[in-house]
């Protein structure tokens, strides 16, 4: 898998977005505490690659300024989607992270669920602990939203990016509702 990899300042941090070269399919969106420029980055790309990157960039940056509750990026997920790219070996994910990242994605703005309800959700109320491996396999933060899933006792749990990164984007939501 060839990636293109455009890193993005905000008012949280840094941030790197990644795009499979020849499909344009977005594959990540990561927190980073230190900015590694040995990929292809955006500098490097074609037209309609940038385009898309840009467009990912500016809607993280909405969202992170509370303007915007929703991405629009439905072709960019395609591997997620659409039954066609879900088996497409390069892609990411397992069959079963991608049903469990298909479920964040109904999670509303604003509102927080367990895992436990996310294992509910897909009907698998037993495989709490395989729910929770599979959203700490997401590689698209914010977009697929992860950090909306907390404990049961009301606990923030786990984050790739740090409890803190997953404190300050629930704090977001909840101020933009207010």
């Known amino acids: 898998m060839n990636n293109i990899y455009h890193f993005v300042k905000t008012t949280l941090g840094w941030f790197e977005i990644g795009i499979e070269n020849q499909s344009q399919q977005l ?35 909405e969202y992170i300024n509370g303007d915007r ?11 997620l989607q659409n039954e066609e790219f879900q088996n497409d070996e390069k892609h990411i994910g397992t069959p079963f992270q991608k049903r469990v990242w298909r479920t964040l994605l109904t999670i509303p703005y604003g509102s927080v669920v367990s895992y436990s309800d996310v294992a509910k959700k897909i009907n698998q109320p037993n495989s709490v602990r395989a729910v929770a491996n599979a959203i700490g396999a997401n590689p698209i933060l914010i977009v697929i939203p992860c950090h909306r899933v907390i404990r049961k006792n009301g606990q923030l749990g786990g984050f790739s990016a740090g409890l803190d990164l997953k404190k300050k984007l629930i704090q977001i939501e909840k101020s933009v509702i207010s």
């Not at 509750?69 to 591997?79: A, G, I, Y």
């Open 27 to 61: 594959n990540q969106v990561s927190f980073l505490k230190d900015i590694n420029a040995n990929h292809k980055t955006l500098e490097q790309t074609n037209g309609e690659e940038k385009k898309i990157v840009l467009s990912i960039e500016s809607q993280l940056q």
């Open 69 to 79: 509750k929703t991405f629009k990026l439905e072709s960019s997920l395609n591997w």
